[in-house]
C-alpha cells in the first residue's frame, strides 16, 4: 500500500505568509506525528494525534503554529506570519499506535522563508 | 528535558572499513529506534530494541542497547557504499508522550571506494 505522502514538496514562503502543510497518513493509522529538522540535526517534535485528538503540542514553538487533524486521517500544519526562522523540512510520521511501533515517515516538506 | 546525544557528528571511510556510531539519553527509555536517512530522502525505520542488553543483528549491521537503557551503538562490518546515510537513533520515554521520539544528531556516513 501507499506510504506517508505530503504535499506540497517544496514551498517558499515570503516572511509574513501564512502557510498550510498537508499530511496524508498511513490508512488506519492512528498516531500521527509531526517533526520539524533543521539542516544538520535530527527531526525535532512538534505535535502529536491520537485519532483526531491533539493529544501533546507541547513541541509547537511558538502561537504561531497550528495543527488539526479533524477525522482522524490527514493533517495540516499550518504556520502563519512566517519567519525566517521557520525555514526547515517538516516531516510527518504515522504509526500504528504510540510506543514501542516504527513510526513511518513522509518524504518531508521543505519551507523557505525568503 | 530528555536528551539524546549522538556521536561522532561525521564519519568518513574507506569501503570496507567498520563503522560505529554512539548514543546517550540523558533518561532512561523504554524503547530506543535507529533510523537511516539518505542524502534527500526521509528518516526509514531499522530496527527496535526494548530489552536492557539486547543485541540484535541485521546482516552486517549489530545493535545494543545498553543494560541501563540508556545507551545505544550501532557497528557496520564492512561498509559498502550503499551504507552512505544518516544514521540516527531515537528514544521513546514512558514519561512523556507516548511514542514522541527523541533523536539524536545523528552521524553522517560517508564512504568512498
Known amino acids: 500500500g501507499a506510504g506517508v505522502s505530503q504535499s506540497p514538496r517544496y514551498k517558499v514562503a515570503k516572511r509574513g505568509q501564512d502557510v498550510a502543510l498537508r499530511c496524508d497518513p498511513i490508512?488506519?493509522?492512528?498516531?500521527l506525528f509531526w517533526y520539524q529538522q533543521a539542516l544538520g540535526q535530527g527531526p525535532e517534535f512538534l505535535t502529536y494525534f491520537q485519532n483526531e485528538a491533539q493529544l501533546d503540542k507541547s513541541g509547537l514553538p511558538s502561537d504561531r503554529f497550528f495543527a488539526e487533524r479533524p477525522e482522524g486521517s490527514v493533517s495540516t500544519l499550518k504556520i502563519q506570519r512566517t519567519q525566517q526562522e521557520d525555514s526547515a523540512v517538516y516531516l510527518c510520521?504515522?504509526?500504528?499506535?504510540?510506543?514501542?511501533?516504527?513510526?513511518?515517515f513522509g518524504p518531508g516538506t521543505r519551507l523557505t522563508v525568503t | 528535558g530528555q536528551q539524546v546525544m549522538q556521536i561522532p557528528q561525521y564519519q568518513h571511510v574507506q569501503e570496507g572499513e567498520d563503522f560505529t556510531t554512539y548514543c546517550n539519553s540523558s533518561t532512561t527509555l523504554s524503547n530506543i529506534q535507529w533510523y537511516k536517512q539518505r542524502p534527500g530522502g526521509h528518516p526509514v525505520f531499522l530496527i527496535q530494541l526494548v530489552k536492557s542488553g539486547e543485541v540484535k543483528k541485521q546482516k552486517r549491521l549489530t545493535f545494543q542497547f545498553g543494560e541501563a537503557k540508556k545507551n545505544s551503538s550501532l557497528h557496520i562490518t564492512a561498509t559498502q557504499t550503499t551504507d552512505v546515510g544518516t544514521y540516527f537513533c531515537a528514544g521513546q520515554n514512558r514519561g512523556s508522550t507516548l511514542g514522541r521520539l527523541y533523536f539524536g544528531r545523528g552521524t553522517q556516513l560517508t564512504v568512498w571506494p
Open positions: 510520521a504515522s504509526s500504528q499506535a504510540e510506543e514501542g511501533y516504527e513510526q513511518y
Open positions: 490508512s488506519g493509522h492512528v498516531s
